[in-house]
């Protein structure tokens, strides 16, 4: 993924990654999730923003976000918000998730 890429373009590499792309029944909100950390440093580094939940507890995520989903889990998964991410054209981010991609 490098700059001058569209929402579509953005989701479809996202999924090719190994994310999993999810959009909220609000409008513009989308989030991924994924075990990957160096999708998720790509992510975080084009502008998606790591989600922490209200009340998470000190030392449960890493610098980037990532939490163990499951006590027994032995990969950390990455919870990014990637609206907010630049695209070119006129679809939004939210609207590339609802299709194929």
């Known amino acids: 993924m490098t700059e001058g890429f569209t929402a ?11 994310g999993r792309v999810y959009r909220m029944r609000e409008p513009g909100r989308v989030f991924v999730l994924t075990e990957e950390p160096r999708l998720a440093a790509k992510l975080l580094r084009l502008g998606g923003q790591s989600f922490v939940p209200v009340g998470m507890p000190d ?5 980037m976000g990532g939490y163990l989903p499951a006590r027994d889990a032995e990969r950390r998964q990455y919870d990014i918000w990637i609206q907010a991410i630049p695209v070119e054209g006129e679809q ?3 609207e590339a998730a609802g299709g194929d991609g």
């Open 8 to 18: 579509a373009q953005l989701v479809k590499a996202i999924r090719a990654d190994g």
């Open 59 to 63: 030392g449960v995520m890493d610098d």
């Open 92 to 94: 939004s981010i939210w």
